[in-house]
């Protein structure tokens, strides 16, 4: 079955790092370019990092110089390392294929920055 699991997530104070993990089951994942996206409350969903197939990165001009993306094709995962994290980069966190999403999307991972 298809299927996108995210991890990785909590609650840190500003300045601090984490690293999100996605797993991707079900799809060729080798030869998909994959994104990271976030969504606040009451904003709408935005795309944060994205990976192609070769190695390629893009970054949000929000997030540049902080985030970095990175993927393993032989484990179908994607990361995401996060550090000198901001109360901005408050959102819930998600992992899906780039630049057309599959058709679902999986439960998300919450970061949470906050003193």
């Known amino acids: 079955q298809v299927q996108l699991v995210e991890s990785g997530g909590g609650l840190v104070q500003p300045g601090g790092s984490l690293r999100l993990s996605c797993t991707a089951s079900g799809i060729i994942f080798s030869i998909y370019a994959m994104g990271w996206y976030r969504q606040a409350p009451g904003k709408q969903r935005e795309l944060v990092a994205r990976?192609?197939?070769?190695?390629?990165?893009i970054y949000a001009d929000s997030v540049k110089g902080r985030f970095a993306i990175s993927r393993d094709n032989a484990k179908n995962t994607v990361s995401l390392q996060m550090n000198s994290l901001k109360p901005e980069d408050t959102a819930v966190y998600y992992c899906?294929?780039?630049?057309?999403?599959?058709?679902?999307w999986g439960q998300g991972t919450q970061v949470t920055v906050s003193s």
């Open positions: 990976i192609t197939n070769t190695g390629s990165t």
């Open positions: 899906n294929r780039y630049p057309v999403p599959l058709n679902f």
